[in-house]
């Protein structure tokens, strides 16, 4: 006869005191399997037994383990010293002795024993065994922690055992507390060592990360002075070319120095002679006039002697003087020549002094470089060796081709999981992965409670049961809500919170009974699943880190681009040339770039090198049953995203480092976006300093930190040109 009230759970009441803490293990695996040998059975209305009543039992019936187990004890004359010890005791069932051949001292005395090999088992032996291949056979050991599943069913026998052989309990029992005692231990040390082999895996990956940027930046800077080195010598070769070209120069013009003096030494020369024959055709003639005029007069001869002495003597003298001036000056050239040939020897020295200069200072520059060079790759060699202990000493890169056999879907599902993401993406991969794995698994949740501190949607202290979505499901549920929140914002004509929205769907869609059932299994979910971009902004809303007008803002977008492309698209074909595509973005978003509409138009999938294909637009605003969009959609999220830390930074760039007060804001916002409506700048400075508007005056100044971390959170854009503000609600429910 069972007890019928044990183990059951508590109601749901809300007059119930606080949940108690979570059972033990034990007792989790008991529910565990309770629930699974009888699905049918609603423990919360109709509790299952737990333990047996020591009053209803037979006589024949023994109980241990605090009511749990049940061994037959026989009749009431017979006790359990009746019982035979094995091998003693012979059924009719017999085993083969687990001894090696050699070991038995018949054998080894070479005496054959007349005992058989075979020794039979006691039943009570049999129903011990047959009892542990029973609860082994029934463990799941699919799970985790299979061995400590495994070392339950030996524990019960081990107990049983000590509660037959009572003479004996008290020393099994200490045997059995001390290994207890070793194992949790031990248990202990390894969750200890986990925790350190997490740690020494984190310091490992950021140690290889320095290394490789290490590396890339080695390889970058080895590159640049390879590129520099050849480029000085280069310059190096070119020099010594223009400094053999002015050498030749110079010989030139010394061969050509050298031939113009001696052909100024022959002119002087013949000059000599020349001038020699003048003088004495001179002489000639005036001895010619003289004997002439002589014998014209008839002079007297004594004077014309003496006349011819003195003239004779000045002809000497003058002949003398003459052969000193050439002998001084016969080496002597034009001043002209001179200075020309001087000129340009100092121009040919200029040029030489400045081209040995730098000829010098390239040379330093080269001894510079060498060293530089040299000092590289002493540091190349340490980091290399540096990065040998590391890798010998550190915990090597995972193989991540192995998640394939593990991952559900198989090696095909592992590639379009993994393809282009770095090693923290793959560990997120694989998280979200396990983690829906142990989600599903879940039964219940763990309620928060109802403080005031607990979201309004987790507020319950009942049972909360787990509904197991699917990532698909989540997204429907998302896309029904906003639909349904817009919708009624709309009717209403004001906003709504969206935590008290999100509940009160649930309410009137499945009741109070179960709302909290679907808000639980949905906060879970998203929580789980951040990689992906429709539950990671809902989730992002829901907890406050993001204002509710960012996905507006996103939708508006959308539907704004979508309506120019549709009034393009005058033929209703569905598709759009280059140039017609670019226009409609630029007239949807007149405030972006150049750059950032080609970024928007490579998005969309258009190629260059074929100009002539179109693009088909509506695909482009597709979405899968996950919540995936198409690249164009994702590159205007990223564009917003930029824009919106380009707009941060503006602002953090005016305000300073000082405490910042409303009127300092407003002024920053005022330069930062001189478009911005006086409207959308109150309901700033409102947010910003948790303050009414007639109260900003009198508002105390916040640190310049605590400002710029409440501004992200909103849905902060530049309104320089104010084109798509007044596109209503139609265009974003039509998205």
């Known amino acids: 006869m069972a007890d019928a009230g044990a183990g059951s ?9 606080p949940p108690l803490p979570p059972p033990p293990p034990e007792e989790q695996e008991l529910s565990r399997r309770l629930r699974r040998l009888y699905p049918a059975v609603n423990q919360a209305e109709t509790p299952l037994p737990r333990a047996w009543s020591p009053k209803d039992k037979y006589n024949y019936i023994g109980l241990s383990q605090g009511n749990l187990r049940v061994h037959y004890k026989g009749r009431q004359e017979r006790s359990s010293s009746h019982l035979s010890s094995w091998p003693a005791y012979t059924p009719s069932h017999t085993v083969l002795l687990k001894r090696k051949p050699c070991d038995r001292p018949e054998l080894k005395s070479g005496i054959k024993s007349p005992v058989g090999l075979l020794t039979s088992k006691p039943r009570y032996l049999e129903m011990l065994e047959s ?6 056979q029934a463990l799941d050991l699919t799970k985790g922690r299979v061995q400590e599943l495994r070392l339950q069913p030996y524990r019960e026998v081990f107990e049983l055992f000590m509660e037959e052989f009572r003479t004996y309990k008290p020393l099994l029992a200490s045997i059995k507390k001390e290994y207890e005692i070793t194992l949790a231990h031990l248990r202990e040390k390894i969750y200890s060592l986990e925790s350190v082999n997490a740690f020494l895996v984190t310091a490992s990956d950021q140690c290889t990360q320095t290394i490789l940027a290490f590396q890339e ?5 080895i590159a640049q002075l390879k590129k520099e080195r050849i480029y000085l010598l280069k310059l190096i070769d070119e020099m010594k070319e223009e400094k053999c070209s002015l050498e030749i120069q110079v010989s030139k013009l010394r061969k050509a120095v050298a031939e113009e003096n001696l052909r100024y030494l022959n002119e002087r020369d013949a000059r000599k002679l020349l001038l020699l024959d003048l003088n004495e055709m001179y002489r000639l003639k005036e001895e010619m006039k003289l004997t002439k005029v002589q014998d014209e007069k008839g002079e007297d001869p004594v004077t014309l002697t003496l006349a011819l002495k003195t003239a004779r003597r000045d002809l000497t003298k003058a002949q003398v003087e003459l052969n000193t001036m050439k002998a001084n000056y016969g080496d002597v050239v034009p001043r002209r020549d001179f200075e020309s040939q001087e000129k340009k020897f100092n121009e040919l020295l200029e040029k030489m002094t400045v081209l040995e200069t730098d000829f010098q200072d390239l040379q ?5 470089m060498l060293d530089v060079h040299r000092q590289i790759a002493e540091e190349r ?15 090597p890169r995972p193989d991540w081709d192995k998640c394939a056999e593990v991952i559900s879907g198989g090696p095909e599902r592992w590639n379009t999981l993994s393809e282009g993401k770095t090693s923290d993406q793959l560990v997120d991969v694989l998280l979200e992965d396990l983690g829906a794995l142990i989600l599903r698994e879940k039964e219940t949740f763990a309620p928060m409670g109802k403080s005031e501190k607990v979201p309004i949607y987790l507020r319950y202290d009942g049972m909360v049961r787990n509904k197991k979505l699917t990532k698909k499901e989540v997204v429907a549920l998302l896309r029904e809500i906003w639909r349904e929140k817009i919708t009624i914002d709309q009717q209403k004509g004001k906003r709504s919170s969206l935590p008290e929205f999100f509940l009160n769907y649930f309410q009137r869609k499945y009741g109070d009974s179960f709302a909290f059932d679907w808000t639980y299994t949905t906060y879970e979910m998203m929580k789980l699943y951040r990689s992906n971009e429709a539950m990671s902004l809902f989730f992002n809303i829901l907890t406050g880190n993001l204002d509710e007008g960012i996905y507006h803002t996103q939708l508006q977008q959308l539907g704004t681009l979508l309506k120019e492309l549709t009034n393009v698209d005058t033929a209703n074909s569905g598709q759009l040339t280059s140039e017609q595509f670019i226009g409609a973005l630029k007239a949807a978003f007149p405030l972006k770039t150049d750059e950032q509409i080609q970024e928007l138009v490579d998005a969309a999938g258009y190629r260059p090198e074929t100009p002539e294909e179109f693009i088909l637009y509506r695909l482009l605003f597709l979405e899968d049953e996950e919540g995936k969009t198409e690249p164009l959609v994702l590159k205007l999220k990223d564009q917003y995203i930029n824009e919106k830390q380009t707009y941060l930074r503006d602002l953090r760039a005016e305000l300073g480092n000082m405490e910042v007060r409303p009127d300092d804001l407003r002024a920053a916002f005022c330069i930062v976006d001189p478009g911005l409506l006086d409207q959308t700048l109150e309901s700033y400075l409102t947010h910003v300093f948790q303050t009414s508007g007639e109260q900003l005056d009198s508002a105390f100044s916040l640190p310049v930190e605590m400002v710029m971390q409440r501004l992200v959170s909103l ?6 040109a104010l084109s798509g503000e007044a596109r209503g609600a139609e265009e974003t429910e039509s998205v």
């Open 9 to 17: 759970l508590p109601g749901g009441d809300s007059a119930l005191p």
């Open 131 to 136: 009892h542990l291949r029973t609860e082994l």
């Open 217 to 221: 930046q080695e390889k970058v800077e």
């Open 364 to 368: 330093e520059d080269y001894n510079t």
């Open 381 to 395: 060699d340490q980091f290399y060796n540096e990065l040998i202990n590391v890798q010998r000493i550190s915990t």
């Open 715 to 720: 849905d902060l854009r530049r309104q320089g």
